[in-house]
């Protein structure tokens, strides 16, 4: 039996939502029909999928109780609003922004770590599920592995965030301060064109940003871990391909740095590309509309016990949010019954 | 007694030697005569200096012999040859490649540092005296007073770098590479417009780059430490304002943030900028043509005892090149007898 599902994309029009209905169409998701959701705004908007077109509407009950699965991307206010109706109307709800991540009762899910919270003990999905932050998804694919083997009590991570991580906006405030147009206050709180802003998202009490909180306790409840030691400097960086980050990671059990390489090439979701003396490590220009999550610079600290170094790039339009939220969707496969079929 | 020296600058007509003249005159250091010294390639150009122009020359014996401080920055093969003939010869070299900064008789110098190290016991400067790396100066600018007061054990830092660590060449390459230009193999191994880099330098056999372990090295020789643990990795930015550091330090006492901030504030060399909620921190953009070390985001790491993170800007131009030359030239004033007097 092929089941169909009508699955619905809020804030199609956006740079992940586009992406989202991208990898639907890549990934050959069995889509009966796709039912594209943005803003007044964009409203009537003709978004191509599977040669066909559909017209970009506003969010009702109405429309999501004919959804199956809704993927939401438009932001963590339109999630409030919207998610818990369309999880009424009978939807599964595929959350991308951080309304809900943190709700004792959503599931938080990388499918690579831990898929199986997304159903409750008698094989139902939950109504709501959580797409983690960009920058935490591609370091817990990589840490889950390390983990599972060598137990991690600490990590040290800085990153190097694209423009994109701040949507359409982002990236066209870069291209325009490259191209010299007049500076407005714009999305990155500062110029970004060949600068560095140690800055994401708001600052809170702790002086640490919001973003870099989210990598504290998104990771933490991925990896079912809450005492898991992670500290973070987040910085938007002029890049528009995807995130890097510089990872330090002190394990429990002592490693050979050859076994790590091995056993991250064999894990899911994670490409190693690790050959320093032929200038091979991962970039954002080279991960840039991929899937994966790329490892590279992969070295002992020397200075440390047990603690190694690497290096960890995806694009953060892709695993870091789309391609997450349709993998989280492909769990939901035969798993959940099309309204159609009740 | 007014001594004036006379002053050669090798590497006159790159990045850091045009910036070592124009701090000689911003800091009206007492130059008697201004010998600028380049390649064959570039002898003749004119250089302007205090409304005088000079002819840039070749380098030769009899030119260092009626200098009194030479400044070379034209890479480590030209140091290696020319630095011990100018010695010779009697000039104090300030050396600003890497050629001899691990010697163990060569003084590696940040006056706010170690200036006393410039000088035997005699009172007599050292005839080489090495200017460190880039990334190295502004770094140990901020944890010599740290180490100081609550002993430091460990570092983690990663790098976000300027073009302008490659000259005048890599600053090119970036310009070409926005303005779309047809792509060489250029300076940055690979494109560095719109991306990010995690290799500077060659890599060595422990697949550290070489700019990582003079993180590791210099750092280790300049606070007299040769068992800190410094875990680095340093990174290419799209940037040309300078370097800035994410920077996690672990202490052996315990500290108050506010007293590490007051502690920064009235040390040499350093301006604190650090008022997170007014999105005020040190930013490349900013600290361009700027003498000082920049210091922000300076917060606890609390997830792990007696340990901090902070962000550490600095122009890789100023001083983590030119202005730590100069200021080393500066220490000589008055312990030097000009040749001209002798």
């Not at 922004?97 to 008698?122: G, K, Q, Y």
């Not at 079912?224 to 030691?229: A, F, M, T, W």
């Amino acid at each position: 039996m092929s089941q169909r599902y009508r699955v619905a994309v809020l804030g199609a029009t956006g740079l992940v939502g586009r992406t989202m209905i991208e990898v639907l169409a890549e990934q050959q998701f069995p889509v009966e029909e796709l039912i594209p959701l943005a803003s007044e705004r964009s409203a009537g908007q003709k978004i191509t999928f599977q040669d066909k077109e559909y017209a970009t509407q506003v969010p009702s009950a109405e429309v999501f109780g004919k959804v199956d699965i809704a993927l939401f991307s438009a932001g963590g206010s339109v999630s409030k609003e919207w998610a818990p109706i369309a999880a009424r109307e009978g939807a599964v709800v595929i959350d991308n922004s951080s309304a809900f991540r943190m709700e004792p009762n959503v599931p938080l899910v990388v499918p690579e770590v831990n898929a199986e919270t997304i159903f409750s003990t008698d094989g139902k999905p939950a109504s709501i599920i959580a797409n983690p932050n960009c920058s935490t998804i591609q370091m817990v694919v990589v840490l889950k592995p390390l983990h599972d083997k060598y137990t991690i009590k600490r990590v040290v991570v800085s990153t190097y965030q694209s423009v994109t991580g701040k949507g359409k906006k982002g990236l066209e405030a870069l291209e325009e301060e490259i191209a010299g147009k007049a500076q407005e206050k714009f999305e990155h709180v500062h110029p970004i064109a060949y600068n560095v802003v140690p800055h994401i998202d708001v600052f809170l009490g702790n002086d640490y940003t919001k973003e870099e909180m989210k990598m504290v306790n998104e990771t933490q409840k991925i990896l079912n871990q809450p005492d898991l030691k992670v500290s973070p400097t987040t910085v938007r960086v002029p890049v528009y391909g995807g995130h890097a980050e510089s990872v330090n990671i002190e394990f429990e059990h002592d490693f050979e740095v050859d076994d790590v390489r091995k056993l991250l090439a064999q894990s899911p979701g994670i490409l190693v590309n690790d050959h320093p003396g032929e200038n091979v490590y991962p970039m954002p220009i080279e991960c840039y509309g991929k899937d994966d999550v790329f490892v590279g610079r992969i070295r002992r600290d020397y200075w440390h016990p047990k603690t190694i170094n690497m290096w960890i790039v995806a694009d953060n339009l892709r695993k870091g949010a789309a391609t997450n939220a349709v993998q989280i969707a492909n769990c939901l496969i035969g798993k959940l019954t099309p309204k159609a079929l009740v």
